[in-house]
Each structure stands twice: as C-alpha cells, then as structure tokens.
C-alpha cells in the first residue's frame, strides 16, 4: 500500500484553481460576455487561448474522480452523503440567492427569473424539474451529483480496491454502449457518456497514488483519456461554431494530454514537495469562485464595459470575484457547513439506532364496583 489513508493534497488545491481560472477566462474573454465589439478584437493576444477555457470542467471532473474516493474511503454511505451535502450546498444557496438579488438590482443586463424558478434552484434538481439555471455554471453541479449518485453503490456497499475497479470497468462499458445509443434518454441522463470518462480516470488516479502502478489502472486511465478525446467533439464544435477565430481541435486533445499528465504527476507523488499555503486558499475559493463568476462578471461588464478599459475591467472582476468568493468560503461556507454537519450526523445516528419494541400495556382490571349498571346493578 502506498498512502494509507486521507492526505491533503496541496497539488491537487492547484490544479482546481487552474481549472477555475480557465472557466472564467472563457467566460470573460471568449464565450458569453456583452463587450458590444467582437471579443477577438478587444482581446487580440488571448482570445484564442481563452477559447479553450471550457475544458477546465473535464479538468474538474478528473479531480473530483479522484477526491471522492479519497474522502470516502472507509467511510459509511450516512458520512459519503454528510460530506456532500457540507460541500455543495451552503455555497451554492448564497450563489442562488446573490446573483437572483444582482440581477433583479441591474436593469438592462440578463433577466433575473421568475421567483418559482429561484425557488426550484435552491434544490439543485432545477435541469430534471425543467427549470431553467439562475445561473448557466450550475450545469456542472447536475453532472457531479449523477457521479454522486453512481459512487453511492460503492460506498453502501464498501469501498475497496476491487469494487472501485469495478466500478470503473462497468462504467467504461456502459459509456461505450450508451454513446452508441443516443436515442436511449434513460441510458443517456444514468451513465453521462459526454463525462464519465474524466471521472473514471480520476478514480484510477487515486487508486495509482493508493496503491501503486499496475497495468490495468494505466489502461484505464489510457482508455478514459481515448475516449474523453472523442466526447469532447460536440463541445467543441459548438465552440469553434460561435468562434471569431480559428480555433484547431488538436489543441484539445493536446490540453486533455496535459491535465492527465498533471494527474499522474499527482498519483505518482512527483508534486509532494509542493507545500505553498496560498494554493490551500486557492483551492477553498474555487468553488465559491465557479458559483459566483459568470452572471457577476457579465452584469459588471455590461455596466462598465464603456467607462473601464476591457484589460482593467477583466483583471478588476478576478480580483473582486475571487475576494467575494474568499469571504462567501470564510463567513458563509465554514459556519453553514460545520451546523448542518453536526445536525446531519445526529440524523445519520438516529437512522442506526435499533428500533426498539413498542411497550405492551398490561390490561386493567375496572375498579370495584364500576362495570354495566351503576354499583354493579345489572
């Protein structure tokens, strides 16, 4: 055994970052915000490089593979659900309610949706209510709770080596079968053939850095990569439909080699020495940052967008966001998550308590005298 147990990751706190700061560079820079001139005019020397920004999410799916397994390990499915809940909600109900209160206060800019729809966001399940996002980056979340859901079985049953391998294999097969059939809805919404590929890679990520190399992780990690390669086509079609610029499809396949070189970097421990404090920060803002960059940062630029040079505006809201992301982690991500923490845990405890008999009343005799009639007359 390699690593025994639940470590923090310094390198991986990097690696989120950089995926975050991929997203919005594609959202500031290329895809989305309103400059009222072409965007490959404004930005000449970075645009096409920001045109790739989507592929941070496969990045972030990579790495949520690997985390999942690595905090649930050993962990009870009451736990696995804890965790999630802790990490996805808090900030995510601030991000709802915050962009929904920006957008209802700026005039002109995107319009804010109905308060119904508000209301159904705050649960997550807005894409399969058919509500539409208060915010388009919430997508993503609908993928990682699906991957949730899947992993679930894993851990009600036991997390191990052989049933994460399993796993993995099972998943691969149903994602080949699954893109083959396109006009399978159900088939389509369980296994996510556009995703799974990143998220069995990180998986076999984590099992390389627990328990060391081996033939079939490698091949896992090869066919995941194969695969990732050809679910990333529709996206980037999409992309380099709406492009200003030519933007060549090897340069994806080239960022994908990257990310998973990043990744066996960390499985291999060729990053352990990294130890900056600043990336722990970096990556508690990361998701807070991704809640909270998209509608913020268009509704600024629309607003500023003729006063503030485009390069200041840019580097301005990166800076704003990701300050506003550090004290939503601070002083609503840390109080929220260690309350409801403790309350789930307590509900979790009262499901694993035996259910106890219900108590037998012993019958009772009526009093002397009491019975038909008054004084025993009959």
């Known amino acids: 055994m390699k690593n025994a147990g639940p470590a923090r990751l310094v390198a991986l706190d990097g690696l989120r970052f950089l995926a975050v700061l991929m997203v919005v560079a ?72 915050l962009t929904t209160a920006v957008l209802w206060a700026v005039p002109g800019g995107t319009a804010p949706r109905r308060w119904q729809d508000v209301l159904t966001n705050l649960t997550m399940a807005e894409y399969p209510l058919g509500v539409p996002y208060v915010d388009g980056v919430y997508w993503s979340l609908w993928v990682e709770a699906r991957f949730y859901l899947l992993f679930a079985v894993v851990v009600w049953l036991g997390v191990t080596y052989r049933r994460v391998v399993a796993f993995c294999l099972l998943w691969l097969v149903a994602g080949v079968v699954a893109w083959g059939l396109p006009g399978v809805p159900l088939l389509q919404l369980v296994v996510m053939p556009e995703y799974c590929w990143f998220f069995v890679a990180g998986l076999a990520f984590f099992l390389i850095w627990r328990f060391g190399p081996d033939l079939l992780l490698w091949l896992l990690v090869g066919f995941s990569f194969l695969a990732g390669c050809r679910a990333t086509e529709p996206t980037y079609r999409f992309v380099a439909g709406q ?42 803002v990361t998701y807070p940052l991704y809640l909270l960059h998209e509608e913020l940062g268009w509704e600024a630029i629309f607003v500023f967008r003729a006063s503030v040079p485009p390069w200041l505006l840019v580097l301005g809201l990166v800076v704003a966001v990701t300050g506003l992301s550090w004290l939503v982690h601070r002083w609503v991500e840390r109080p929220a998550s260690a309350w409801l923490k403790v309350r789930l845990r307590a509900s979790f405890a009262r499901l694993r308590e035996p259910v106890a008999p219900p108590a037998v009343v012993p019958a009772q005799e009526p009093p002397v005298g009491v019975g038909p009639g008054v004084g025993g007359r009959r």
């Open 26 to 97: 594609y959202h500031y820079v290329a895809y989305g915000s309103d400059w009222a001139r072409p965007r490959g005019e404004i930005f000449p020397g970075v645009y096409v490089p920001a045109a790739y920004g989507w592929l941070g999410v496969q990045l972030f799916f990579l790495i949520s593979g690997f985390v999942i397994c690595l905090s649930c390990w050993g962990r009870s499915l009451g736990d696995f659900f804890t965790s999630r809940v802790v990490r996805l909600f808090p900030a995510y109900w601030f991000g709802v309610l």
């Open 243 to 284: 492009a200003e610029a030519q933007l060549p499809q090897w340069v994806v396949v080239a960022l994908l080699a990257v990310f998973y070189l990043l990744m066996t970097g960390v499985a291999l421990g060729w990053f352990r020495r990294i130890g900056w404090r600043w990336l722990t920060t970096a990556g508690a």
